[in-house]
């Protein structure tokens, strides 16, 4: 079946430096792809999303690309803040379920 | 737009005692979830329906039960509950495709 596996945390930066976390995904067909935040005591929120090989989805300074070759989506920012600490989940969707990844932990401090 | 809303938000309950959970959306989606969240495991879903009067299981359904009569109503029923339910459940919806679901802010269930 459809799976997604994300890179551990938790992770622990420094105001301003570079965010990855890597996310891989097994799928029969050709699922669409999203990353969730989730701030603390809060639901989970789209961050973005990408529907398509090659598409790359982009929301509040973050940016992943979907890559069928190598069956990613890697989330990245360039230059974090204390407001990016939440947890992340990478998820996709073949039909009207979503797959989740466990999530990862980021922490950001000043 | 409220969007996604849970009550209630908070839930204490003693071994064996039932409750139910309320989801309601404002966005006429036909499609509802709802999941648990528990350390270090993510999301699973629980039930999810995919049209008034239509409920079908998701990966862990067992001690649940939903209903959906209305389009923008779907309820999360815990018959007997026990330790092993004490979680956050989280409610989503959405319309197709992509099929990008919108959660509501999430119960938190403690069972002693």
């Known amino acids: 079946g459809d799976s997604v596996t994300q890179m551990e945390g938790p992770v622990t930066l420094s105001e301003e430096a570079f965010l990855t976390i890597n996310c891989t995904y097994t799928?029969?067909?050709?699922?669409?792809l999203f990353w969730y935040v989730q701030y603390p005591g809060e639901g989970l929120q789209l961050l973005l999303k990408?529907?398509?090989?090659?598409d790359k989805g982009s929301n509040k300074g973050f940016e992943a690309t979907y890559r069928k070759e190598t069956t990613s989506f890697h989330l990245e920012k360039g230059s974090v803040q204390v407001s990016d600490s939440a947890v992340y989940f990478c998820?996709?969707?073949?039909?009207?379920?979503?797959?989740f990844g466990a999530g990862t932990t980021v922490t950001v401090r000043a | 737009n409220a969007g996604v809303t849970q009550t209630p938000k908070f839930r204490v309950l003693k071994t064996g005692q039932s409750m139910t959970l309320l989801c309601a959306q404002d966005?006429?989606?036909?499609?509802m979830y709802w999941y648990r969240q528990d350390p270090g495991m993510g999301l699973r879903l629980i039930h999810y329906?995919?049209?008034?009067?239509?409920?079908a299981k998701g990966e862990v359904p067992d001690g649940y039960n939903v209903s959906r009569l209305k389009k923008q109503n779907f309820l999360l029923g815990l018959e007997s509950a026990a330790p092993s339910q004490t979680s956050v459940y989280f409610c989503?919806?959405?319309?197709?495709?992509?099929?990008?679901?919108?959660f509501g802010p999430g119960t938190r269930l403690t069972v002693t």
């Open positions: 989503a919806s959405t319309q197709p495709p992509p099929y990008e679901q919108y």
């Open positions: 329906s995919v049209g008034e009067g239509t409920t």
């Open positions: 966005m006429n989606h036909e499609y």
């Open positions: 799928a029969t067909g050709y699922p669409s």
């Open positions: 998820a996709l969707s073949e039909d009207y379920k979503l797959s």
């Open positions: 990408a529907t398509k090989a090659d």
